[in-house]
């Protein structure tokens, strides 16, 4: 899947300067400590806010970012699309051992380290198709971003919840 992540993150630091106005400085100390909290957030995630609801824990880390992307598409507002840019390099993260563990687990140990290896090389595929793309809509306007990653989060969502409820149904036989 086209790393959604990328589509906005890929660019953070042009779209902060160059369309958003913030100066170099700005910028710079927003990706930073965005990235710092990301990092505190995550070991949050992992200790204390997991849901055993697996629809739950994809809702979070996708569905609000679909909700924010859409409305800053359609507003073009400088807040939102800042809110968007926040949340989707805070949770992207943070979520990510939690919505990707179930696949992992379901093998045997001794083949876990290929599967790992197969989603992280499709995860960097997919990281350099979001990061291509950006480049490719941002003369258009930085808002054509959001609609993207609105579209490809949305894809993405429906392929997790897919395979959660083929987890399940499987688990049920």
């Not at 629809?55 to 569905?63: E, R």
């Amino acid at each position: 899947m086209v790393g959604c992540y990328y589509l906005i993150n890929g660019m953070l630091l042009i779209i902060l300067t160059e369309y958003l106005s913030y100066n170099c400085s700005v910028s710079a100390w927003i990706k930073l400590i965005s990235g710092f909290v990301s990092v505190i957030l995550g070991i949050l995630v992992l200790t204390k806010l997991t849901f055993k609801n697996d629809y739950v824990n994809l809702g979070i880390k996708f569905l609000i970012r679909i909700i924010i992307c859409l409305l800053a598409f359609l507003s073009q507002n400088r807040i939102l699309m800042l809110l968007s840019l926040l949340y989707t390099r805070l949770f992207n993260d943070s979520y990510e051992h939690i919505t990707d563990a179930p696949y992992h687990n379901r093998f045997k140990t001794e083949e876990q380290f290929s599967f790992g290896n197969l989603a992280e090389g499709s995860k960097y595929l997919g990281r350099c198709i979001g990061t291509l793309l950006s480049g490719i809509v941002l003369p258009f306007g930085v808002k054509y971003i959001f609609f993207l990653t609105f579209a490809f989060t949305l894809i993405q969502l429906a392929f997790a919840y897919r395979g959660v409820y083929l987890r399940k149904k499987e688990k049920n036989k």
